[in-house]
């Protein structure tokens, strides 16, 4: 059920601008660091309960975004998953604009039919434009068909990493080429902004400019969660956000500009490694960490995806029951069940939280985190599974409240500004786009349009679930597809 804003035409906003900045804590944005955002902030609609979608990792994030649905409506669950039909012999990445379109070959249209927001605004004839500083993937998951749609998108990442060469093209020729393979991100970040804003917004003038900063994401995982690079970083996109803004202010009617800005997710600090291979080794299975294995094939992470080469029912259920003896064990989920209890007992059910799908793993398991401080004193934190973090480096997947809130805050003509403690999540930016511009969404969008006042907040309800010694619950609000996660944890 798409919402559709009943708007005066004097109300209605002429463009939107969302900037996004990737994995951006709410809770670190400071005048200091980010001068430009703070001060937007302020006089902004701020949903303090704001949260990402289930898992929180950005590829999924991004597709949730762009289709108004989550992961068991649009297929795309993790950023990486085994799919031996299309690639054999590691995950199906979908950072890889290549890997997307080679499962949209070997899938069908079925691959990323979901539709778009972007699908919707090509349908009213209103233009969409895309600079990406992060992976090819990610801006192909925003608009598969953007050939079709005659948006703009652009990626850092090279001609042949979009859709629309042609806007590689335009934008080369007027900033030269973007730097290949630096050394951290910022380049990059500084090249997307120069790209939106001294580009796209003026040569193209979009109804709907989207800026999709790849930072602070990679400085919290690989610099830290609160080191002087992080900061630097974030200082960065703040500026990046700040041409933008200014450039599509400067357009004609550049006041009746809606202005977005979120993050896809948060982090959490990571405390220390733990080996879940060894783990499961002494339980009897042979594991892979985010490659194909002979027994168990593992995305690993905060939450960690565990697919069976070959599925034994009983077998897992045995491991189920032995991994909530585990003291480090945190969160479980499993496939099959009755919408929220999983088909183990004492796991939630994968339909819970929106993530079940048939590429789904049948069974789930996370660090045993908690709120106490990281390494650099932030409140929460949780060890860690694979990846070459940075000491203390944040990470993002789970249901920790710090992976799931996010950023997400608005100012728009007829909107009020100040706190907002609605419910609300990333498959809601899609229906306040198009909302935003009068379009209507499509019926596959379950988000909501959350600048409608006609609508009554999601009410927000906390489950649990347990079986022996082990318990665990979640927080959620809404119902169906619609739900928004809050958070959960292993509660004994
Ligand atoms: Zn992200």
New binding site residues.
């Given amino acids: 059920m798409s919402d559709q804003r009943d708007y005066s035409s004097a109300a209605r906003p002429r463009r939107v601008l969302v900037v996004l900045f ?2 951006l804590r709410p809770d670190v944005v400071t005048a200091e660091r980010m001068p430009t955002l703070h001060r937007f902030l302020e006089g902004a609609r701020r949903f303090t309960e704001a949260s990402s979608v289930f898992p929180s990792i ?1 590829r999924v ?1 991004a597709t949730a975004i762009g289709t108004g649905a989550p992961p068991a409506v649009n297929g795309i669950i993790h950023n990486g998953f085994p799919d031996p039909a299309a690639r054999e012999g590691r995950f199906l990445d979908t950072a890889l604009a290549d890997d997307m379109r080679r499962g949209a070959a070997h899938h069908g249209a079925a691959f990323t039919a979901t539709p778009r927001f972007a699908d919707a605004l090509a349908g009213a004839g209103r233009r969409f434009a895309l600079v990406h500083s992060g992976s090819s993937g990610g801006a192909y998951l925003l608009d598969p068909r953007a050939r079709d749609n005659g948006s703009a998108v652009f990626s850092v990442l090279g001609r042949d990493q979009t859709e629309t060469p042609d806007t590689w093209d335009l934008v080369v020729e007027r900033l030269g080429p973007p730097p290949t393979a630096p050394a951290d991100k910022l380049p990059f970040l500084r090249y997307a902004g120069q790209a939106m804003a001294e580009v796209l917004i003026p040569e193209l003038q979009p109804d709907v400019a989207f800026l999709w900063l790849t930072e602070p ?1 990679w400085s919290f995982h690989y610099r830290g969660m609160d080191t002087p690079a992080t900061a630097e970083a974030m200082r960065l996109a703040d500026e990046a956000f700040a041409r933008t803004l200014a450039a599509i202010r400067r357009l004609p009617g550049g006041e009746d500009t809606a202005v977005i800005t979120m993050s ?2 948060g982090h959490v600090g990571t405390t220390e490694s733990f080996d879940l291979v060894a783990a499961l080794r002494e339980l009897g299975f042979e594991a892979t960490l985010d490659r194909p294995g002979a027994d168990l094939s593992v995305a690993a992470g905060t939450l960690c995806w565990l697919w069976p080469t070959e599925r034994d029912e009983a077998r897992l259920g045995r491991l189920a029951a032995a991994l909530q003896e585990m003291p480090w064990c945190g969160m479980l989920l499993s496939d099959g069940g009755n919408g929220l209890e999983g088909r183990f007992p004492g796991t939630f059910d994968l339909a819970l939280v929106n993530a079940d799908h048939p590429r789904s793993a049948p069974l789930l398991v996370g660090m045993r985190g908690g709120p106490g401080p990281d390494l650099f004193g932030l409140p929460g934190s949780s060890p860690l599974v694979g990846k070459d973090l940075a000491r203390g480096g944040g990470m993002h997947g789970g249901l920790h409240r710090r992976e799931m809130a996010n950023l997400i805050a608005l100012a728009a003509p007829g909107v009020s500004a100040g706190e907002d403690v609605s419910p609300v999540g990333l498959i809601d930016i899609g229906p306040t786009i198009l909302g935003l511009l009068g379009i209507a969404a499509p019926a596959s969008m379950v988000g909501r349009d959350i600048t409608n006042p006609a609508l009554s907040p999601r009410s927000s309800r906390t489950v649990e679930v347990g079986y022996g010694s082990y318990r665990q619950r979640l927080t959620l609000a809404g119902e169906g597809r619609g739900t928004i996660l809050r958070d959960g944890e292993r509660i004994a």
Avoid: A
């Fill in positions: 990737d994995g950005t994030c994401d896809d997710h």
